[in-house]
């Protein structure tokens, strides 16, 4: 866990007692979730970027007003959440998104065709018990 003193979370806070807000109503103001603003602001986690832009225009900030060590990091590949996220933005997935997409869509697609073939073998089945194959 970050250290609440210092970073976003500090900044998150300063600037919300400057505009006289309280948690919810930032949150109101932002579009996110209470729980959000208070995980925020108590260093529990960093926002995405999606969240963080939300917080800029609540809080009246400009992209220059924080630091660039303070942006969300990219997600990095290997996380379960990382995957795919190229492929959900609508860009084209680099290799290790791309092997990842695929690779569970054929899994998909494999698991499908036993599943329609286990039907297909209970059906025939029961057609021979009821002696109509």
Do not use: N
Not at 24 to 53: D, F, M, N
Request: glycine residues 10%; aromatic residues 4%.
């Amino acid at each position: 866990m970050a250290d609440p003193d210092s970073g976003l979370a500090a900044l998150v806070r300063a600037r919300r007692g400057e505009l006289g807000l309280t948690q919810a109503q930032l949150a109101a103001r932002a579009g996110i979730v209470k729980r959000t603003v208070q995980y925020l602001e108590s260093g529990q986690k960093q926002p995405r970027a999606a969240t963080l832009a939300m917080l800029r225009d609540a809080l009246g900030w400009t992209a220059a007003d924080i630091p660039q060590a303070l942006e969300p990091a990219p997600r990095e590949h290997g996380t379960p959440k990382g995957y795919g996220q190229h492929y959900r933005a609508g860009e084209d997935p680099c290799g290790p998104c791309h092997d990842a997409i695929t690779a569970g869509s054929r899994e998909r697609r494999r698991r499908i065709r036993a599943e329609q073939e286990q039907r297909r073998a209970r059906w025939r089945l029961q057609d021979q018990e009821a002696g109509r194959g």
